[in-house]
């Protein structure tokens, strides 16, 4: 084999879902491809790489230091939605039933991976809680072990301000189960069917 093209089908297997044999079709894909389709794609990588930025309030991905969701007026402000990552953020915006806020952590509670809540956007979130009129946070955390113990962590953490309302989405979704690869119509029934934490 070409180094070339080892060398290409070993950085590709490296992105999550992609095993030696699709990145050696991806490599294959990409010599039939326009020369400048190509470029143009590396382009937008590298660009998206370098320019992306993490939205002050939120955490989700952003072209600009706040993200559209966070700015737009007509969502709920009160309601802010918890979820382990920007693709459990986008599964959720994908069933159109919630139109509150967001708030990214960029991870769970791992120990056995080294990380700890300090690692995450929890502070972020408490000082949003402290700051603005929320009156209602919704935990969408994954239904793992790491996940629960991240909801238990929240939860304690959210008790000090005694008027918000803290819930859970419905356990509709399997234990274990990763919020990106869930149905949109599983993850809207668990939105709707969401239970009061005490």
Known sequence: MSQL???VVSELSKLPGIGRRTAMRLAIHMLRMEPDSVRDMTH???RFRHEIKYCTCCNNLSDDTICPICKNDER?????CVVEQVADLLSIENTRQYR????VLGGVISPMQGISPSDLKIDLLINRVAQQEVKEVILAIPTSIEGETTLFYLMNR??????????AIARGIGFGDELEYVDELTITHALLNRRELE
């Open 44 to 46: 937008s990588i590298d």
């Open 158 to 167: 959210l008790r000090q301000f005694p008027d918000l309302k803290i819930t």
């Open 5 to 7: 093209l080892h060398d």
């Open 100 to 103: 509150g806020l967001y708030h």
């Open 76 to 80: 709920d402000h009160s309601t802010i």
